[in-house]
């Protein structure tokens, strides 16, 4: 990696310059002929140096203000939705999402394209006059599907709620789902699929996805093929909305300027005739069928045979524990001080120490199922070797060994200060609530994070790092294979090499 000199360097060097100028205007005189070297121009008397720079240490952070999460207010209508509500009056407006329990876990493209067709007009409404409707008033509506959930979103001043409302269940319950539309949809989607081949750092995804989890799991599907996207029918995305997009398997959340006085008559006029379904008629959750879960039993790296590489992208990890598991909050402490920004571990020894890469994080993902924990990075192809090495002895120290006292303590109030920025806006408390019913979370889980968070002790970073970060992980890189594979075969002679090309399929020999 190319390493920048400092600005202050180039300034030394500039004052420098400038000093012997001047002092060879000074002595001008004493010299006799314009040929003389600058190097006999020596100055008569030593140039001060400047005083060291001190710094000092910041001041300590104070503890932390108090921070109120709002109370969740519930009611029912007949018809089964469940609608969350959440007061906040600093400001008039209004968050709304409704939210459908089901998601690309259910059908990777009929999720999609169905989510997105929702603003493609109703069988009331055109496209045009819905955007103009919402605009109008200075609000935003957008729809889109998630792994889990697909959601509707309104955001709207007080005033305007029940306008709101109302674009939402129109699109909700009256998709006129256009074929124009899907045709384009389909098109979009075969560019984005070609794209992500292109992309290491989506290869890498998607690999490890399908090395971590068992096959057919909904978290680690391979990249769809090209006629699967053609074959989807105006048809099919009518079937998927009829059996999921119901109230009895969806829930309402409201955020913002709103009591449950003024709320519920309006949410009764835009969703109560809402048919809700027979529950029987609900496909199970995916999930469910998924009840064992392996980890490697050797070392193994996969490489991405990817020639035109530059360098080497890098995922290394292994399935951890789900969303809702009650040591989620330690394990997010052990993460961060691993590797969850600038100033943890990975970052401040393999960019800072070795030099190796510009940027190097860990990160744990939600999931109703066992999430995953994982380290990206990427370096230069002939580093490749240095950098898993680096890696490796990461994992090993935050196993085995305790954190100093000022790491631990740092990570703590970082958690635990920045939670307020999470929760400054109606949308922000909105998509928290979300989570917690996604997660199956505590009700007041929220309300107790940041006591949640104090309560962690420092002997409980390696406890969890053992348990959850493991000593032989998953290996995903992306790159040069045969400048790659050599170096690793030496340094790992147990370890097992298997080779893919860019559609991740399995290279033979």
């Avoid at 109120?68 to 968050?95: C, K, M, T, W």
């Avoid at 053992?466 to 400048?483: E, F, L, R, T």
């Amino acid at each position: 990696m190319t390493v920048l000199k400092p600005f202050r360097s180039r300034l030394i060097v500039r004052v420098g310059a400038m000093s012997l100028a001047l002092l060879a205007c000074k002595h001008a005189k004493q010299v006799s002929a314009p040929n003389t070297p600058v190097a006999a121009l020596a100055p008569t008397t030593e140039v001060a140096k400047a005083p060291e720079r001190v710094y000092p240490e910041p001041p300590t952070p104070g503890q932390p203000k108090p921070v109120n999460f709002p109370e969740i207010q519930e009611f029912r209508l007949a018809n089964g939705l469940d609608v969350y509500l959440v007061e906040n009056h600093e400001v008039p407006v209004v968050s709304v999402q409704l939210v459908v329990k089901a998601g690309t876990m259910d059908e990777r493209y009929l999720a999609d394209f169905t989510a997105a067709m929702l603003a493609e007009g109703t069988k009331s409404r055109p496209k045009a006059a819905i955007d103009d409707a919402i605009e109008q008033v200075g609000g935003e509506l957008a729809s889109n599907a998630g792994v889990h959930t697909s959601q509707i979103d309104v955001r709207t001043l007080r005033r305007d709620l029940e306008l709101g409302l109302g674009l939402l269940a129109d699109e909700a319950m009256n998709p006129a789902f256009p074929d124009a539309a899907l045709e384009k949809l389909k098109k979009q989607a075969k560019t984005a699929l070609d794209l992500a081949k292109s992309q290491p750092a989506e290869l890498a995804e998607t690999l490890f996805g399908m090395v971590a989890y068992p096959d057919g799991h909904p978290y680690g599907r391979p990249f769809a093929k090209p006629e699967e996207i053609d074959a989807i029918r105006v048809d099919s995305l009518k079937a998927f909305h009829a059996q999921f997009y119901r109230p009895n398997n969806a829930f309402l959340i409201l955020s913002g300027d709103i009591t449950r006085q003024d709320a519920q008559p309006v949410v009764e006029k835009a969703l109560g005739k809402w048919a809700h379904i027979d529950e029987k008629s609900i496909p199970p959750n995916p999930l469910n069928k998924f009840t064992r879960y392996t980890l490697p039993e050797g070392l193994v790296f996969h490489i991405v045979d990817r020639p035109a590489s530059a360098q080497s992208e890098i995922i290394v990890g292994n399935l951890a524990i789900a969303r809702n598991h009650p040591e989620w909050i330690k394990l997010e402490v052990s993460n961060s001080i691993l590797g969850g920004g600038a100033s943890g571990r990975l970052f401040t020894d393999i960019r800072e120490v070795r030099g190796l890469t510009y940027g190097i994080y860990s990160s744990l993902s939600d999931g109703q199922a066992p999430g995953t924990f994982k380290i990206a990075t990427r370096t230069k192809t002939k580093q490749t070797e240095d950098m898993i090495k680096g890696i490796f002895e990461h994992i090993e120290k935050i196993r085995t060994t305790d954190p100093s006292d000022k790491e631990f303590e740092t990570v703590v109030r970082k958690l635990v200060g920045s939670f307020p920025l999470q929760i400054e806006t109606a949308s922000d408390i909105a998509a928290k609530v979300s989570k917690v019913l996604t997660y199956n979370l505590p009700r007041d889980y929220w309300k107790n994070y940041r006591d949640s968070v104090l309560q962690v002790k420092r002997s409980d970073v390696k406890q969890v790092a053992s348990k959850y970060v493991h000593a032989v992980p998953h290996v995903v890189i992306i790159g040069k294979a045969d400048k790659i594979e050599k170096p690793l075969r030496k340094a790992y002679p147990e370890a097992k090499i298997v080779k893919y090309d860019t559609d991740l399929k399995r290279i033979e020999g």
